[in-house]
């Protein structure tokens, strides 16, 4: 391969692979961000840390960890539904207005969200608008035919006129018989959907995305975000469904924009990349629900043939540009609603180091599941992908709601933070180097053709630095030609890398990042 880069200084690389070792200083200077930039972080507060001895999660016990949090490198917190829901998941909601009450109250969020902020950490909710909890007031209300909430849900008296065989996720009923006659529900029948051909829902949810933005949030990420309309449910009035959601979506963020001009919206499109782009003509960013497995498969196969992952990458964010040169592509290895990407990985800690290095260097927003840094390990069902982080026993914000048949034999946070070769201290030393070096931090990608298939390469590249990236996917050495001069800003292998002005060997399953 001849790559356009700078020429290696040798008399860096010792040193730089050594500091690439440890972590960096907590006091190292982060760029300036907002809140669709940096890394997020994903949580499930009722699994993450407990301030009161009920083995839940809460917003106390997530302020006390809000310095773990800076020190990992986060900017930005995801947290998945905090409502009030009869749900251990809330994404059944009861209320839009107030705080689960196993989490705390709403003076205790609004400390959390005046701490994160004094660390600079950005932080938006689990916006579930789509259906809510049948216990919800409103739903309960609407049974009535007389009811001014009935045309807030999709009712059916005697279902004439209406598909009662129709089915959806997972052979889901869509109909629903009640007292009051049939009610629609996409995703279960305790979450009956919301009718949004109703003005009088479109205003009350920008009521609600008012409240939380007025509280502090900075925005929102939009659960099923394509399936506000559906024609299982209502007639569409010969228009697509598609055309209707993105409507409804253009309008909710024009709204959100006009509170606060900075706010950032993600929306959930777990769709083909022709489905979900379209989003982004009124969302910042969609998540890449393909990105983790494609990413996978690379690395265990320890082969990107015509750096064809790196490629894939190059058409999302061509395609999102097309429609939105705004756009942010928001990346991850898995979420709350997939199996832990450690399993996909192998558990191998040199799978797991690979894929991070790899995702928190592209383009884009990336977004690190909680737990992730750990390689906590989790598959179907959903309970068993939110279990407890793994603060040790002998810390009393562990939580202990629910047990963990797959993370018996993972090292906890105290055994990892001692080891400066863990998955944590990695995970660390690659999301605090994002967020302090420009290319990376807000670079655009561009992939670098090259012979190798062992070898994923590519340029990030800011107004202020470019950065050419390489990773040696393999269990082998690889050599890589070089064209150029400059220096090494990262790499992850303490022994066997080597440079000159004219190649770089990576040694197996080696990641180096050199300035342009």
């Known amino acids: 391969m001849r790559a356009r880069i700078i020429s290696l200084f040798l008399v860096l690389i010792s040193a730089l692979s050594a500091c690439s070792r440890t972590a960096p200083p907590a006091s190292q200077e982060r760029l300036a961000q907002g809140a669709g930039q940096g890394v997020y972080y994903e949580i499930f507060v009722r699994s993450f840390a407990d301030s009161d001895g009920d083995g839940i999660g809460d917003f106390n016990g997530l302020t006390g960890k809000l310095d773990y949090l800076s020190e990992l490198g986060v900017t930005g917190l995801w947290l998945m539904p905090t409502f009030p829901s009869p749900s251990y998941h809330g994404y059944d909601i009861t209320d839009y207005y107030d705080v689960h009450p196993d989490y705390g109250t709403l003076e205790d969020f609004d400390v959390f969200i005046q701490e994160a902020g004094k660390r600079g950490i950005s932080v938006i909710l689990d916006l579930v608008i789509n259906h809510a909890s049948t216990q919800h007031p409103w739903f309960q209300d609407s049974k009535d035919a007389g009811s001014p909430y009935r045309g807030w849900y999709h009712w059916s008296d005697d279902g004439a006129g209406i598909n009662l065989s129709a089915t959806a996720f997972g052979g889901n009923r869509v109909w629903n018989k009640t007292g009051g006659g049939y009610y629609a529900a996409l995703f279960w029948d305790q979450m009956p959907d919301l009718n949004f051909g109703s003005p009088e829902v479109r205003q009350e949810m920008r009521r609600i995305a008012d409240f939380w933005l007025d509280n502090g949030v900075a925005g929102f990420r939009l659960d099923a975000a394509m399936h506000i309309f559906s024609s299982a449910e209502m007639n569409l009035g010969g228009r697509s469904a598609s055309e209707l959601n993105l409507e409804w979506w253009d309008e909710f963020a024009g709204y959100c924009r006009s509170v606060n001009p900075d706010c950032y919206l993600v929306g959930e499109v777990w769709d083909s990349p022709g489905t979900r782009s379209p989003y982004v003509a009124s969302l910042d ?32 964010y061509d395609r999102l540009a097309a429609i939105n040169p705004n756009a942010i592509n928001a990346v991850f290895l898995s979420n709350h ?13 040199e799978n797991l180091k690979m894929a991070a290095s790899i995702y928190l260097t592209l383009q884009g927003l990336p977004f690190v599941y909680y737990g992730e840094e750990l390689g906590m390990l989790g598959g179907k069902p959903d309970e068993n992908i939110r279990t407890p982080f793994l603060w040790g026993e002998d810390d009393p914000a562990l939580c202990t709601w629910i047990g963990s048949v797959y993370n018996k034999n993972v090292p906890t946070f105290p055994e990892q933070d001692a080891d400066p070769d863990s998955l944590l201290s990695h995970y660390r030393r690659v999301m605090n180097l994002r967020i302090a070096t420009p290319a990376l931090f807000e670079g655009v990608l561009e992939p670098v053709k090259q012979p190798n298939d062992a070898v994923m390469s590519y340029t990030m590249t800011a107004p202020s630095q470019a950065a050419l990236v390489l990773h040696n996917l393999s269990a082998d050495v690889q050599t890589v030609e070089l064209d150029g001069s400059g220096r090494v800003l990262f790499v992850t292998a303490g022994e066997g890398f080597s440079a000159n002005n004219t190649s770089v060997t990576l040694p197996p399953k080696c990641s180096a990042i050199i300035e342009q």
Do not use: W, Y
Request: aromatic share 6%; proline share 2%; charged share 20%.
């Open 285 to 316: 960013s969609v998540f890449h629900f393909d990105m983790g497995e494609m990413l996978a498969r690379a690395v265990v196969l320890g082969s990107n043939k015509g750096n064809a992952f790196i490629n894939s990458m190059k058409m999302e």
């Open 337 to 349: 609603d997939q199996t832990r990407i450690c399993t996909a990985l192998l558990n191998k800690p």
